[in-house]
């Protein structure tokens, strides 16, 4: 009888040495499950396109926020969000934790390295086997206000004049997309506003005066910042010209001078040639009133009234044959002698 509850005993042991077995692997198996379950549901979750948002442009060294948020979330992960440039992809500009489906919020201080296309890319927080996804590219663009205009000048200011060409070039020290405008004596010059030069091909008086260039940020017409120079003086020397008027009455007048002495010269000229036949007939009668050649080159000279002849002087080296048959020559001599007795 003992024997028999002895084995009894041992058989409901071995029963209740299962039955302990059996919840543990049960509990294990159902905790396996859940585990099981748990991954699966996590491998299903899919992330939407996240929505990025924020100013489309800003002023360098300002703050301003970026938004990004998910619309569907299907799980109640912490999701991250982080701001990246199309530039530098390697970077992060931001970055924020998310519960509870809320929205994420960049408050950044604008720098240059800003400016370009930027994207926000969502991620469940350390769950690197869900896919990630990311926003459209946004544009962005970092103004630098302009600062510190002046004026260069090529050539110098110092020797122009006029007909010269001048070049005149508005540098600044700082900013971007700058136009410009010119000012001669606060009056404004047409000129191309993307152009930071001024050229003026031919100096004249009427482009003496104070130049002046404002410099201005001019983005979408939305910011408008504006840099004015010094002004600078530009002198045009002129030649002495004297006027169009002027040089008519000086021609006028050398054209007068010109006629009148040739007018003088050709009646100096007709003059002395009357005044040589009056004394050509005038030493005519003159020799044949008062001249007589003799045979032997005695030349004797007689009064118109008298009849006695003297003898003045005898030409002993007159050649008496050339100056008869040479009548020119003779009258020639005459006058030359009529003249010394004047």
């Known amino acids: 009888m003992s024997h028999t509850h002895w084995s009894d005993s041992e058989e409901i042991s071995s029963h209740?040495?299962?039955?302990?077995?059996?919840?543990?692997?049960?509990?294990?198996?159902?905790?396996?499950?859940f585990c099981a379950m748990w991954q699966e549901a996590d491998a299903e979750i899919i992330l939407d396109k996240p929505v990025l948002s924020g100013p489309s442009n800003s002023t360098l060294?300002?703050?301003?926020?970026?938004?990004?948020?998910?619309?569907?979330?299907?799980?109640?992960?912490?999701?991250?969000?982080?701001?990246?440039n199309k530039g530098n992809l390697n970077k992060i500009l931001g970055e924020y934790s998310a519960h509870n489906q809320?929205?994420?919020?960049?408050?950044?201080?604008?720098?240059?390295?800003?400016?370009?296309?930027?994207?926000?890319?969502?991620?469940?927080?350390?769950?690197?086997?869900?896919?990630?996804?990311?926003?459209?590219?946004?544009?962005?663009?970092?103004?630098?206000?302009?600062?510190?205009?002046?004026?260069?000048?090529?050539?110098?200011l110092e020797d122009l004049w006029e007909g010269d060409s001048l070049t005149l070039r508005c540098?600044?020290?700082?900013?971007?997309?700058?136009?410009?405008?010119?000012?001669?004596?606060?009056?404004?010059?047409?000129?191309?506003?993307?152009?930071?030069?001024l050229l003026i091909p031919s100096l004249s008086s009427k482009n003496k005066g104070k130049y002046v260039c404002v410099a201005k940020n001019d983005y979408n017409e939305t910011l408008n910042y504006t840099n004015k120079s010094e002004g600078v003086?530009?002198?045009?020397?002129?030649?002495?010209?004297?006027?169009?008027?002027?040089?008519?009455i000086v021609f006028t007048c050398?054209?007068?001078?010109?006629?009148?002495?040739?007018?003088?010269?050709v009646y100096g000229v007709v003059l002395r040639k009357r005044q040589a036949r009056k004394y050509i007939f005038r030493l005519k009668?003159?020799?044949?009133?008062?001249?007589?050649?003799?045979?032997?080159?005695?030349?004797?000279?007689?009064?118109?009234?008298?009849?006695?002849e003297y003898e003045e002087e005898e030409y002993d080296d007159l050649d008496t044959e050339a100056y008869i048959e040479d009548t020119d020559v003779v009258q020639a001599s005459m006058m030359e002698d009529f003249y010394e007795e004047l």
């Open 285 to 308: 009668d003159f020799t044949d009133k008062h001249s007589i050649v003799d045979d032997d080159g005695v030349f004797n000279k007689t009064e118109e009234t008298g009849e006695d």
């Open 102 to 156: 809320e929205e994420a919020t960049f408050p950044l201080v604008i720098r240059l390295d800003l400016d370009g296309q930027l994207i926000c890319k969502a991620s469940v927080q350390n769950k690197s086997e869900i896919n990630s996804t990311n926003s459209d590219w946004m544009k962005f663009q970092v103004i630098v206000p302009v600062k510190g205009a002046h004026i260069i000048s090529s050539p110098s």
């Open 61 to 84: 060294d300002s703050v301003e926020e970026f938004y990004c948020k998910l619309d569907n979330i299907t799980t109640n992960q912490t999701i991250l969000y982080q701001l990246f």
């Open 16 to 33: 209740a040495s299962c039955w302990t077995m059996s919840k543990r692997t049960f509990f294990l198996l159902v905790v396996l499950g």
């Open 254 to 265: 050398f054209s007068l001078l010109i006629c009148a002495v040739l007018a003088c010269c």
């Open 171 to 197: 540098n600044i020290t700082e900013g971007n997309f700058v136009l410009y405008d010119w000012f001669l004596d606060d009056n404004p010059l047409l000129n191309d506003s993307s152009n930071s030069h």
């Open 233 to 248: 003086d530009v002198h045009v020397k002129v030649f002495n010209k004297i006027s169009t008027e002027l040089a008519a």
